[in-house]
């Protein structure tokens, strides 16, 4: 299985940008997916998760500005940023949880970056004031 991340770059505050995540040789019939973004010398943390059948879940930091979404017909993964800030600047991941079906939680603040066990290489967001 491979993640791979694309769309990131810089941008000034108020703007957007919309990363995508194309996905190889991941079979699964029932997942979720999710971006998770980390920022130097923080935690990582968890964005907006996306189940096989439809379901959405933000963190609250994220929620009404970004959007997550997917393209079953292109393997691809999506996050629509809008109205960025500055705190918003982290290197953001792609993941997935292994397995043909997922039976475990997806939607915050239940679900864990330990329970993905596929990510990303990550591309940095980068929001200036």
């Known amino acids: 299985v491979q993640l791979m991340e694309s769309g990131g770059g810089s941008v000034q505050a108020g703007g957007s940008l919309r990363l995508s995540c194309e996905a190889s040789?991941?079979?699964?019939?029932?997942?979720?997916m999710g971006w998770f973004r980390q920022a130097p010398g923080k935690e990582r943390e968890g964005v907006a998760l996306?189940?096989?059948?439809?379901?959405?879940s933000y963190a609250l930091s994220v929620k009404g500005r970004f959007t997550i979404s997917q393209d079953n017909a292109k393997n691809t993964l999506y996050l629509e940023m809008n109205n960025l800030k500055p705190e918003d600047t982290a290197m953001y991941y792609c993941?997935?949880?292994?397995?043909?079906?997922?039976?475990?939680?997806?939607?915050?603040?239940?679900?864990?970056?330990?329970?993905?066990?596929?990510w990303g290489q990550g591309t940095q967001v980068t929001v200036s004031s």
């Open positions: 040789g991941y079979d699964a019939s029932r997942y979720c």
């Open positions: 996306i189940e096989s059948d439809g379901p959405t």
């Open positions: 993941a997935a949880t292994r397995g043909l079906v997922w039976i475990g939680y997806c939607e915050f603040p239940d679900s864990k970056s330990t329970d993905f066990g596929y």
